[in-house]
């Protein structure tokens, strides 16, 4: 998706803001010692510092925006919009997410994404309908996941992802997560398949996240 068709969801975003009351405007910022996206790292394994700004009306729609910096003194900013709602118990997502690094040239992408939850569990899927690097426009992510809790306030939660590239020169994989948390502090355990060297070591995570009210 252009950077034109982005300004169409501000657009959106703004009549929202305008006519109703319920909206919600939050913050998020967090820490991590290793920001790992789809089961690989992004930052060689050193921290990250991230945050964002979500917006969300009751109607169901959503837009946002969350950066985080990552390996070589680069960065990422993430632009989403979509619809989210429940029909009797299966809740529903399904939108547009731009990722963009404006370090690093011709490597934006953006996605079409559609997500389904049952209960504990939340089975999802993306599909890259264009990128910059080329060659790449049919990426396929797919993932099943679920969350449980505990007791009170402490969660664990299991995550299997599968990603096929439409290039050749990228090798498909598929990786594992389990993690806890606990309020805003969570762990995890990270492992994928990737052939390269080191990069399917098992990485263990910890990370501090908090959403404010705006």
Not at 3 to 11: C, D
Not at 70 to 94: C, E
């Amino acid at each position: 998706m252009t950077k034109t068709q982005w300004l169409g969801i501000a657009g959106i975003s703004s009549c929202l803001f305008a006519g109703s009351a319920m909206a919600e405007l939050t913050g998020n910022i967090g820490v991590s010692n290793n920001y790992i996206w789809r089961g690989v790292t992004q930052t060689d394994d050193e921290s990250a510092v991230s945050g964002g700004i979500d917006f969300k009306d009751k109607s169901g729609l959503y837009a946002g925006t969350w950066f985080s910096n990552m390996a070589n003194n680069s960065y990422k900013h993430d632009l989403y919009a979509g619809f989210a709602g429940k029909s009797g118990q299966i809740g529903y997502d399904a939108g547009l997410i731009m990722h963009m690094y404006p370090v690093d040239n011709n490597v934006d992408f953006t996605e079409l994404y559609v997500n389904a939850g049952v209960k504990q569990f939340n089975f999802g899927l993306a599909f890259t309908i264009n990128s910059d690097a080329g060659g790449d426009d049919s990426d396929i992510y797919m993932f099943a996941s679920g969350k449980f809790e505990v007791k009170k306030g402490l969660t664990v939660d299991a995550l299997v992802g599968n990603y096929q590239f439409d290039s050749p020169f990228n090798e498909d994989y598929m990786h594992l997560r389990v993690g806890m948390s606990k309020d805003d502090i969570s762990f995890a355990v990270e492992k994928n398949d990737q052939s390269a060297a080191d990069a399917d070591d098992m990485r263990l995570t910890v990370s501090w996240t908090k959403e404010i009210a705006l």
